[in-house]
Every structure is written in C-alpha cells, then in structure tokens.
Antibody
Framework: EVQLVESGGGLVQPGGSLRLSCAAS????????MNWVRQAPGKGLEWVSCISSGTSIIYYAESVKGRFTISRDNAKNSLHLQMNSLRAEDTAVYYC?????????????WGQGTMVTVSS | QSVLTQPPSTSGTPGQRVTISCSGSSSNIGSNTVNWYQQLPGTAPKLLIYSNNQRPSGVPDRFSGSKSGTSASLAISGLQSEDEADYYCALWDDSLNGVVFGGGTKLTVL
C-alpha cells in the first residue's frame, strides 16, 4: 500500500525548533519529488516547501524561507522538515505529499498530518 | 489573501450540478495546469482533478474540471451528500516559484 506517515509534531515555544519526518512506503520514494503543505486551525491549505527526487531542486514559501529546511534520505525513504525560529503563525497541521510525476504539479498521495503548536 | 480566488462557500441540493470557480493570473493559471483537491472534514486532502481536467483512478466522472485563460472551474454533477467538503484549486506559480492554493470553497449539500 502506498503510504506516507508524518511524525515529529508537538508543542514548542516561540523561537524554538522542531524536526518533522515523513516515512514513505509502497512506492519508489527516490523517483518522486516531495512536498510539505500545512493547514492552520480552521484555515486553508498553504504550500510550504518542495524537494526534487535527487535533492538538487528545492523551493520554499516566502513565509518560511530562511527558517525551514527541507531534506530527504532516499536510502531510508524519508522526508524531513527542520523548522527553526518558530512563530505562533506556524501553528498548523503539517502534511507531506507526493508530487504525482514530472511535469504534473499535483499531489497524489498525502500523509495523515502531524500537528505543530507554537505557544508559550 | 490567496493568489487564487475561490468563493468561500457554495451549496446545492442532491442531484443538482454545482460549479466552483478559481481565478488567478498569467503567472499561475495562465501558464500552468490546475489541480483540484477535496478535503472531507477531519481528513487529509485528496487529489480530485489534475492537469485541468484529468481524474485520478477512483474519482467518479461526476467531477470534472476546465480552464480558460486565467480562470478554472470544478463542476460536480449529480450532487451527493458525501460531496460535502472543502475544495481547493492549486498549481505552480511561475512568479512566486512555488505552489499556490486557493482559499478553499466549502460545499454544503442541503
């Protein structure tokens, strides 16, 4: 079964750090670009970052640029998001999502999400 | 404010046809293909339409997508109670160098 499972969420103080992980299974992880998408409580979806299959291409949303770092370990079928200098507005459910294929910027597989709460 | 504009809400009765619009600009809808996601309450989003009008396997043909210029639409025919959800358009934006989502449209089945 094709599956993405996020972990690493929790409660963190403003200015703190957190590292999210996404474990992939059921498909050839190294062949797909991967993304992080977040959703603040009661709000819409917001794209956060993407990384190409070979890690050579990385993009970030302006709202997280300079604070978040996306990475992947193809040998371990895992995706990560290092989040530093966290702010209250980073509070959200964070989803990892697979890009469907090269040339199609659609996310066809999503994890169940992990909640990040930034609060003192 | 989202780069892509969607109506916040819409509604319909069972069996009816509803459409949800998504308005963008030359750097997003005018240049790239549109995707639509369905998010049922309390669940992760699900890909509903990709590349403007393609349905992933398993998505009923009651759902269809279209694009014209800098706008796109999602149509749902034969509305069913289980279609009650939030719907989002999304695609790559060449100016922002990132994916942009519409603000989402909450569909209520009366």
């Amino acid at each position: 079964e094709v599956q993405l499972v996020e972990s690493g969420g929790g409660l963190v103080q403003p200015g703190g750090s957190l590292r999210l992980s996404c474990a992939a299974s059921g498909f050839t992880f190294s062949s797909y670009s991967m993304n992080w998408v977040r959703q603040a409580p009661g709000k819409g979806l917001e794209w956060v970052s993407c990384i190409s299959s070979g890690t050579s291409i990385i993009y970030y949303a302006e709202s997280v640029k300079g604070r978040f770092t996306i990475s992947r370990d193809n040998a371990k079928n895992s995706l990560h998001l290092q989040m530093n200098s966290l702010r209250a507005e980073d509070t959200a459910v964070y989803y990892c999502a697979r890009k469907k294929q090269v040339g199609i910027d659609a996310f066809d597989i999503w994890g169940q999400g992990t909640m990040v709460t930034v609060s003192s | 404010q989202s780069v892509l504009t969607q109506p916040p809400s819409t509604s319909g009765t069972p069996g009816q046809r509803v459409t949800i619009s998504c308005s963008g600009s030359s750097s997003n809808i005018g240049s790239n293909t549109v995707n639509w996601y369905q998010q049922l309450p309390g669940t992760a989003p699900k890909l509903l339409i990709y590349s403007n009008n393609q349905r992933p396997s398993g998505v009923p043909d009651r759902f269809s997508g279209s694009k014209s210029g800098t706008s796109a639409s999602l149509a749902i025919s034969g509305l069913q109670s289980e279609d009650e959800a939030d719907y989002y358009c999304a695609l790559w934006d060449d100016s922002l160098n990132g994916v942009v989502f519409g603000g989402g449209t909450k569909l209520t089945v009366l």
